[in-house]
């Protein structure tokens, strides 16, 4: 069972960076496709950054592009999320997903399985 668990949200100034991990257990994270979603108040969630098993990056939303990057470290099991240049339309709870490899790829409209808890993100002068 694929347990994910997401920390470094926290509040934060327009323009400013913050770092948010996934920390992957019960699966190698190079043998799972991964993406960031956020949900802001009274929005519907949406992906943010999906990534493959290698950890190269699939699509990224165009509101982000530019600004937000994903990386993944194999040798702690864990998917990042740098975010500069933040401002008030990216606060949020993040959530990092996951889903099984199809066929040996990471297919694009197949459902994420498992979910963190989610980390609020807050931007805000």
């Known amino acids: 069972q694929v347990q994910l668990v997401e920390s470094g949200g926290g509040s934060v100034q327009p323009k400013g960076s913050l770092k948010l991990s996934c920390g992957v257990s019960g699966a190698a994270i190079g043998t799972i496709c991964m993406a960031w979603f956020r949900q802001a108040p009274g929005k519907e969630r949406e992906r943010v950054i999906m990534?493959?098993?290698?950890?190269?990056?699939?699509h990224t939303r165009s509101s982000v592009k530019g600004r937000f990057t994903a990386s993944q470290d194999r040798a702690k099991n864990t998917l990042w999320l740098q975010m500069n240049s933040l401002n008030p339309e990216d606060t949020a709870i993040y959530y990092c997903?996951?889903?099984?490899?199809?066929?040996?790829?990471?297919?694009?409209?197949?459902?994420?399985?498992?979910w963190g808890p989610g980390t609020q993100v807050t931007v805000s002068s």
């Open positions: 997903a996951a889903k099984e490899m199809i066929g040996g790829w990471c297919i694009a409209d197949a459902q994420y399985t498992y």
């Open positions: 990534t493959d098993n290698e950890g190269l990056t699939l």
